[in-house]
């Protein structure tokens, strides 16, 4: 079935570094991608997302290229901020199964 | 504002004490759906519901049960709740099935813990 791996985590970072998330993908026909942020005890909010091959969704500084020739939709920030400390998850959806297929998620933490 | 509303944020119950968590969107959406949350496992779909009266199981269905008798509300109950049910669990809306560019909208989640 379709499938979402995302790079394990934590990932550390300083103030200013450049970040990357990798997520790849396994889906039949033309998914939708997208990513999600999860802030300390809030829920789920969109970040960005893709549709086709090529696309790239931004948000926030934040973006990621559909990839269809290598399944990915990694994510990249040039210069992350202590505000950005979160749970990321990638999530693709389509192919007529009624659900979001979500990655297991990838927690940042950002110091000063 | 749209949003999606759950309740209680934060729960502890004993085995086999029923409960239900409640959640309520604004937005006129059609399509609701729960998610249980585990480490290293991402979101799981528990069950959704295309429209009122119409509910369908997800991918870990069991021991839970779902009611869409308005259009707003769409209930989670644990009829016998267990430790293997503890997790954190998000409701979600959207206008119509996740698809192509449909946008998801979640509550803030509810900490379940049996004992």
């Known amino acids: 079935g379709d499938s979402v791996t995302q790079m394990e985590g934590p990932v550390t970072l300083s103030e200013e570094a450049f970040l990357t998330i990798n997520c790849t993908y396994t889906a039949t026909g033309y998914p939708s991608l997208f990513w999600y942020v999860q802030y300390p005890g809030e829920g789920l909010q969109l970040l960005l997302k893709?549709?086709?091959?090529?696309d790239k969704g931004s948000n926030k500084g934040f973006e990621a290229t559909y990839r269809k020739e290598t399944t990915s939709f990694h994510l990249e920030k040039g210069s992350v901020q202590v505000s950005d400390s979160a749970v990321y998850f990638c999530a693709l959806s389509g192919g007529g199964y009624n659900k979001l297929i979500f990655g297991a998620g990838t927690r940042l933490a950002v110091h000063p | 504002e749209a949003q999606v509303t759950q309740n209680p944020r934060y729960l502890i119950t004993v085995t086999g004490k029923k409960l239900t968590v409640t959640c309520s969107q604004n937005m006129n959406h059609e399509y609701m759906s729960w998610y249980r949350q585990d480490p290293g496992l991402g979101l799981r779909q528990i069950y959704y519901?295309?429209?009122?009266?119409?509910?369908d199981k997800g991918d870990v269905p069991e021991g839970y049960k779902v009611s869409r008798k308005e259009k707003r509300n769409f209930p989670l109950i644990l009829e016998s709740p267990s430790p293997n049910q503890t997790s954190l669990y998000f409701c979600?809306?959207?206008?119509?099935?996740?698809?192509?560019?449909?946008?998801?909208?979640f509550g803030q989640g509810t900490r379940l813990t049996v004992v």
């Open positions: 519901s295309m429209n009122v009266e119409v509910t």
């Open positions: 979600a809306s959207s206008f119509k099935e996740p698809g192509f560019n449909t946008e998801a909208f």
């Open positions: 893709a549709t086709k091959a090529d």
